[in-house]
């Protein structure tokens, strides 16, 4: 089973795409994962115009939608910023909503945020179902950088306890 991993962060050193790593290993056997967080900040602003009838998608907008296409299913890691979704995120999903990449495919999301970031994840999951996602597993965590371990281990039980869960979610068949 192949997972695409997505941080919604933008920061070099984001714990939310550190988290991603340290879920990969958790991972059960026969699944692999690859990382979409670097290429979010390529990402053109959502513009209708940009990808209509007879346009092209732009390079870093065709890239997202072929690793995505090329997914059997996604992990979302992101933080909430001011009791929302990163912007960059949130213009991420905005390129994928009329070419359907995320329909029926299973998805869990892990929001993990200093505050907790339970109304970004409200947010997130709404957006996700309105998309068609098959939002397997979802939940918030009040999650600090001190949580990973230097090598890239998830110090905190009922932290890695969730990723466990969320990555297991994904390998589940849907109903």
Not at 10 to 22: C, D, F, K, M, V
Not at 27 to 33: H, K, L
Not at 105 to 112: E, K, Y
Not at 137 to 145: Q, T, V
Request: with cysteine; charged share 20%.
């Amino acid at each position: 089973m192949d997972v695409l991993g997505m941080s919604g962060s933008l920061r070099a050193a984001s714990t939310n795409a550190r988290l991603l790593r340290a879920a990969a290993k958790l991972a059960p056997d026969g699944m692999q994962f690859t990382f979409y967080d670097e290429q979010i900040a390529a990402l053109p602003h959502f513009s209708p115009d940009l990808d209509g009838e007879r346009a092209a998608a732009p390079p870093a907008v065709a890239d997202l939608r072929r690793r995505l296409s090329a997914a059997d299913a996604v992990l979302i890691c992101c933080p909430e910023y001011a009791h929302g979704v990163p912007g960059a995120f949130k213009n991420a999903l905005d390129w994928i909503v009329s070419s359907g990449e995320l329909t029926d495919r299973p998805v869990a999301l892990v929001m993990a945020s200093a505050s907790g970031a339970e109304h970004a994840r409200a947010a997130l999951a709404s957006t996700l179902r309105v998309m068609g996602a098959n939002l397997v597993f979802e939940r918030s965590l009040a999650f600090s950088p001190r949580y990973l371990g230097a090598d890239g281990s998830i110090l905190d039980p009922e932290a890695e306890r969730a990723v466990r869960e969320a990555v297991v979610a994904l390998s589940r068949p849907s109903p």
